[in-house]
């Protein structure tokens, strides 16, 4: 029994190799298989993650670029003006002053002018040198309206490059980007106008400085005349009155230097 059963499990062996062996050889002949719905799926989700990454720089760009707007902005909105239009009034107000003292003028700059009027125009009071008075008192006012006229004159040679400066103003009010250049366009013309008020107040002044020297003239010549005539006539009238019959002392003239 044992005899027979060795020959037996070789030959069971031998089938046994004889059937694994042809697998165990490599396949000479494969056909490959092509997943095309995984190629695609897989390339659709690699597109959609560039989008999405696309998506995510465009966002990341738009926010850059308004901060940087933004930047700007606030840059133009401090920003100041590139020139500044100022206008200088100081030297033509010292110049219409100097010009209201020279002369005889009665002049509302000067120093000591109450006592100048004073001494010019000294009201109710004879004359003691009628001409050199007289004179004195036309040559002032004379110089005092020729003066003014003078100062008149000077401002409006000023005039002109003012009135320049204001449109060149007006143009940087018109032309302001941001709060900044629009405050500052705006205290521009503030300034000018505080500037052409105090213009203004001299020639005002001047003005009057004429009426008033114009009225002291008058008042002053009927006062001297009267103040002179009264003491004429109190120095005739106190004179002893001829004794010829058919005469009596009485002046002819009413006022002297009327």
Same mark, same amino acid.
Request: net charge neutral; glycine share 4%; hydrophobic share 40%.
């Given at each position: 029994?044992?005899?027979?059963?060795?020959?037996?499990?070789?030959?069971?062996?031998?089938?046994?190799?004889?059937?694994?062996?042809?697998?165990?050889?490599?396949?000479?002949?494969?056909?490959?298989?092509?997943?095309?719905?995984?190629?695609?799926?897989?390339?659709?989700?690699?597109?959609?993650?560039?989008?999405?990454?696309?998506?995510?720089?465009?966002?990341?760009?738009?926010?850059?670029?308004?901060?940087?707007?933004?930047?700007?902005?606030?840059?133009?909105?401090?920003?100041?003006?590139?020139?500044?239009?100022?206008?200088?009034?100081?030297?033509?107000?010292?110049?219409?002053?100097?010009?209201?003292? #020279? &002369?005889?003028?009665?002049?509302?700059?000067?120093? =000591?002018? %109450?006592? !100048?009027? /004073? @001494?010019?125009?000294?009201?109710?009071?004879?004359?003691?040198?009628?001409?050199?008075?007289?004179?004195?008192?036309?040559?002032?006012?004379?110089?005092?309206?020729?003066?003014?006229?003078?100062?008149?004159?000077?401002?409006?040679?000023?005039?002109?490059?003012?009135?320049?400066?204001?449109?060149?103003?007006?143009?940087?009010?018109?032309?302001? #980007? &941001?709060?900044?250049?629009?405050?500052?366009?705006? =205290?521009? %013309?503030? !300034?000018? /106008? @505080?500037?052409?008020?105090?213009?203004?107040?001299?020639?005002?002044?001047?003005?009057?400085?004429?009426?008033?020297?114009?009225?002291?003239?008058?008042?002053?010549?009927?006062?001297?005349?009267?103040?002179?005539?009264?003491?004429?006539?109190?120095?005739?009238?106190?004179?002893?009155?001829?004794?010829?019959?058919?005469?009596?002392?009485?002046?002819?003239?009413?006022?002297?230097?009327?």
């Amino acid at each position: 029994m044992r005899q027979r059963r060795t020959p037996l499990r070789l030959a069971a062996a031998f089938l046994v190799f004889l059937l694994l062996f042809p697998a165990a050889q490599p396949a000479h002949a494969i056909i490959p298989v092509t997943d095309y719905a995984h190629i695609v799926l897989n390339l659709y989700y690699h597109i959609l993650h560039y989008v999405q990454f696309a998506e995510q720089i465009v966002q990341q760009y738009t926010q850059i670029r308004n901060q940087i707007q933004q930047i700007k902005n606030d840059y133009q909105s401090l920003k100041k003006l590139d020139v500044r239009n100022w206008r200088e009034v100081y030297d033509l107000i010292a110049y219409m002053d100097y010009l209201m003292r #020279q &002369g005889k003028a009665l002049a509302y700059s000067l120093d =000591n002018v %109450l006592e !100048t009027y /004073n @001494a010019t125009f000294p009201g109710y009071q004879p004359w003691k040198i009628y001409a050199e008075e007289s004179q004195l008192q036309g040559r002032s006012a004379l110089d005092t309206f020729g003066n003014a006229l003078r100062t008149l004159h000077q401002e409006y040679q000023h005039d002109i490059n003012d009135q320049l400066l204001l449109e060149r103003i007006k143009g940087q009010v018109d032309a302001a #980007q &941001g709060p900044e250049q629009s405050l500052e366009a705006l =205290n521009s %013309l503030q !300034t000018f /106008n @505080a500037q052409e008020l105090s213009v203004t107040k001299r020639t005002l002044a001047a003005t009057a400085n004429l009426h008033a020297v114009f009225y002291a003239h008058q008042l002053n010549r009927e006062a001297q005349s009267e103040a002179t005539f009264r003491q004429v006539l109190t120095n005739s009238l106190a004179q002893p009155s001829p004794s010829s019959p058919g005469f009596s002392f009485q002046p002819s003239w009413s006022r002297y230097g009327g």
